[in-house]
């Protein structure tokens, strides 16, 4: 499956794991959302801290109505975790939703 060679691919950035959102992969590490995963496509949130060193890469809507995002070589190794480490220390936790009380 295409989101565990991703996984493996970003193993040494920290705690990884996915969850499945809209039919697509959002990946964390860290707790902090920072690959966006659809149709076997990695997208990086276009940051100004990424510029230089995505300045080579193409964009893409990750889906219809999306901000334009880097797409992210997964296969180059080096580069993807050069990009989450730069991405990690600056991504905040998404804030807890408070549960609904049952009813």
């Known amino acids: 499956m295409y989101i565990a060679y991703v996984e493996a691919q970003v193993a040494d950035a920290g705690a990884v794991r996915s969850r499945r959102m809209f039919g697509e992969y959002m990946v964390y590490v860290n707790d902090k959302p920072l690959l966006?995963?659809?149709?076997?496509?990695v997208f990086v949130k276009m940051r100004p801290?990424?510029?230089?060193?995505?300045?080579?890469?193409?964009t893409a809507e990750p889906y219809p109505g999306a901000k334009p995002h880097y797409l992210l070589d997964i296969d180059n190794r080096a580069l993807s975790l050069r990009v989450l480490s730069i991405l990690e220390p600056i991504t905040p936790l998404p804030a807890r939703r408070a549960r609904k009380p049952a009813k």
Do not use: K, P, R, Y
């Open 36 to 41: 966006l995963v659809c149709d076997n496509t």
């Open 49 to 58: 801290e990424l510029a230089n060193l995505m300045a080579a890469a193409d």
